[in-house]
């Protein structure tokens, strides 16, 4: 992360130290500058005034002074007195030597005698004044012999100053004066010191009170980025999980599962895929309401993950859907263990309010190497298994097999041919009666869905509904179904046979979607059969699906007079309290109750107990799948209404039938 405050820190810093030495550097310079100007015109000043107050001595010595050697000219009488009127002329000042010099550069006097005769043509200084122009130098001095003493440490200022006779004359001398500013060069320093103290002092507070600024804004930023990161992180967990189980969703399988594969392949050691699905989940969400639904998803893939080692990994697909990755198998059979404890982990009841449920799973396996480079093929291999172990008889599981491939496309195929059906006219309807069980009259028909397929021949609706289902088909292929059923009802009574109520069967996909009343209506007037002859045959899951728009449908239904029943009563989740909600009128007993009513005593009590539900809340009782005698008189004591079964006819074409209600035969003589 970008650390605002450790860059304004470091910037500023050297920013300060840059302006604080560059100011110190600068000060310095400016105030020597000045030192050195002001200075240099007051020994201009002074030496004006002291050459005069020579009074032409030194004259007098710069002229004699051609030609002698530095011995004579030290030695020379008035040497003496010019250094006497010397040192009284500059007591009290902070002039510290005084040197004079002649043309051709020879020292022809100093304060301090023992330069007297030294050659200085070389010097800078004096070839500058030489040249007419004044020339000063800052220097320092460890040692310095000035007037009468020797003074140490000191910072001095040499000006050398050319001598004429007037302001343009000619340079006739170059006098040297050296003053000591030593105190005036410490004050410089003091004030310099005091500026660049007083410019850094406050450059210090602006650097602290913007440092808490950029501070604050750092923790900001670093606590906006702290948020950023988090939320980039929930989003990547919602993207690769399933909010109501927290488990790995599909996007996660996808990813997961390639590298399962790559890792099977790398290590040599091959895995599984486990497809599993709930059994009956819908009826139980129907049932129970979305809540307990969630509620046993979570249940369920909790207890799936328990079963797991940690390489493992469970994912929810979608609805009841959930995968398992098992990798580094040592035997096939290691697969079907897991598969085993799965099943035994989710078996025991789960309480869902107020009632318990017994979750069951259908597990298709399927095993890779490695090798495998279709990942959707191998998903399609689990999912095929699966459903094999739901077609034998679900809470099982089954490994996937070559021949099971021939299933699926087989049920591929049929659903490309069950597109065409209904074009090509192949459906068509057969019709099975039931009985009035008091006069043995038969009093109304079933219509029930074939399915005259192009090579297979007639297909049952069992094996073909579902797909219907599946794949939507349902809604159109049940239009038909009540056009065709009522129109051949009201052909009969055009005909001139006995008018009966035509029983249609509506499936749960149908019955939810918004068109069914506008269809029913519209199959009624097409066909103008009275609606008292038209009954529809719902399942429980419809009447368990407790919603505020089923009821409304029902209503509406019996308002428009149509006859509603519910078809396989017993065999759903039921919940009773829904009988007294909607306005049936049919209880139709499921045929698995029937079937072993006079040897199963369990199956008659569960009979009779329906028959006294259906008596009490005034429902008239009809019994399907009666094949026998025995059946026929025990449903006859029970009072049940209206008799179905092969006993009196088979499910027939409509000539058929017609023929059967053209013969006034009592079928209870049968
Ligand atoms: P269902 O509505 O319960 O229909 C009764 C089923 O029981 C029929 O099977 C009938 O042939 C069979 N059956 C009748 N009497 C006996 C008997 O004495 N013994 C035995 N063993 N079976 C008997 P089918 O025609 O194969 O229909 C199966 C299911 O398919 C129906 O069950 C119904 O749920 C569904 N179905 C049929 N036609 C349609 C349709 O047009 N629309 C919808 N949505 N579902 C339909
Ligand atoms: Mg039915
Ligand atoms: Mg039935």
């Known amino acids: 992360m970008f650390r605002l405050s450790r860059y304004y820190s470091i910037a500023s810093l ?13 000060l310095r310079q400016l105030a020597m500058q000045m030192l ?58 902070n002039v510290v ?50 007037m009468e003493q020797v003074i140490v440490d000191r910072n001095l200022i040499a000006t050398y100053i050319p001598i004429r006779d007037s302001d343009e004359g000619v340079v006739k001398a170059v006098f040297e004066v050296y003053t000591d500013v030593t105190p005036l060069v410490a004050k410089a320093q003091k004030t310099k010191t005091m500026i660049v103290g007083g410019v850094g002092l406050a450059l210090l507070l602006l650097y602290l009170f913007l440092f ?26 919602q993207a690769f999980h399933d909010s109501l189980t927290e488990l790995p969703n599909r996007n996660a399988f996808g990813e997961r599962i390639t590298d399962a594969i790559g890792r099977a392949q790398r290590h040599g050691k091959g895995g599984a895929l486990l497809f599993l699905d709930l059994d009956r989940f819908k009826l139980i969400n129907d049932s129970l309401g979305h809540d307990a639904g969630d509620q046993l998803l979570r249940v369920t893939a909790s207890r799936i993950q328990k079963c797991l080692r940690e390489t493992d990994l469970a994912f929810r697909l979608s609805g009841d859907e959930f995968t398992v990755i098992l990798e580094d198998l ?23 309010g107020d009632c318990e449920v017994i979750i069951n799973l259908s597990i298709g396996i399927t095993t890779f ?29 089954v490994f996937y097999t070559q021949e099971m491939n021939t299933v ?115 199959a009624l007037e097409a066909s103008g059969l009275e609606s008292r002859y038209l009954e529809l045959e719902l399942t429980e899951s419809m009447f368990i699906d407790n919603t505020e728009r089923s009821i409304e449908a029902m209503h509406t239904l019996k308002l428009l007079g149509v006859s509603l029943s519910i078809d396989d009563f017993g065999s759903g989740y039921s919940s009773l309290a829904y009988l007294k909600q909607f306005p049936v009128d049919y209880l139709k007993i499921d045929r698995s109750f029937i079937h072993d009513l006079s040897t199963n005593s369990k199956d008659a009590a569960i009979t009779t107990a329906i028959s006294a539900l259906a008596h009490s809340l005034n429902l008239k009782l009809v019994a399907e799948g009666v094949e026998d005698q025995a059946q026929v008189d025990f449903l006859g004591n029970l009072g049940c209404h209206e008799l179905q079964g092969f006993l009196f006819s088979r499910p027939v074409p409509a000539q ?14 049968a």
């Open 212 to 237: 808490l600024i950029v501070r604050r804004a750092d923790r900001v930023l670093g606590e906006q980025d702290a948020e950023r990161r988090l939320n980039e992180d929930r989003i990547r967990y």
């Open 36 to 93: 050195l100007a002001q200075q240099t015109r007051s020994n201009v000043d002074l030496t004006r005034s002291y050459a005069n107050a020579m009074g032409g001595r030194i004259d007098q010595l710069v002229a004699v002074s051609e030609g002698l050697s530095a011995e004579a000219l030290r030695q020379r009488p008035e040497m003496a007195v010019i250094q006497r009127a010397t040192q009284a002329q500059m007591k009290g000042m």
């Open 408 to 522: 699926a496309s087989e049920r591929l195929s049929m659903e490309t041919d069950l597109q065409r059906a209904l074009q090509r006219g192949e459906f068509l309807l057969h019709y099975q009666p039931k009985i009035d069980a008091a006069s043995g009259a038969l009093v109304s028909v079933e219509a029930l869905l074939r399915w005259n397929h192009s090579t297979k021949g007639i297909v049952q609706p069992n094996d073909f509904i579902p797909l219907l289902e599946d794949t939507g088909m349902i809604n159109e292929v049940g239009e038909w179904v009540l056009m065709e059923a009522t129109r051949q009802a009201q052909a009969w009574i055009a005909a001139g046979l006995k008018p009966m109520r035509m029983s249609v069967n509506i499936s749960g996909k149908q019955f939810r979607h918004p068109t069914l009343i506008g269809t029913v209506r519209r």
């Open 97 to 146: 030597k005084v040197k004079v010099y002649n043309l051709d550069g020879m020292t022809v006097f100093s304060t301090e005698a023992k330069q007297i005769g030294e050659d200085k043509r070389a010097n800078a200084g004096f070839q500058s004044a030489r040249a007419g122009e004044v020339l000063s130098e800052i220097v320092f001095r460890n040692q310095f012999y000035a």
């Open 330 to 352: 040592d035997r096939i059979e290691c697969a079907a263990l897991a598969a085993r404890r799965i099943l035994e982990a989710t078996a025991s009841p789960v309480s869902l």
């Open 14 to 26: 050297i920013g300060m130290v840059v302006i604080v030495v560059g100011l110190s550097l600068f």
């Open 656 to 669: 058929e039938l017609e023929a059967l209600l053209r013969s006034p035969v009592s079928f209870m003589a």
């Open 369 to 397: 190497s490695g090798k495998e480079d279709d990942i959707e093929a191998l998903v399609k291999e689990a999912d095929t298994a699966m459903y094999r172990a739901k077609a034998i008889g679900h809470n099982q599981y």
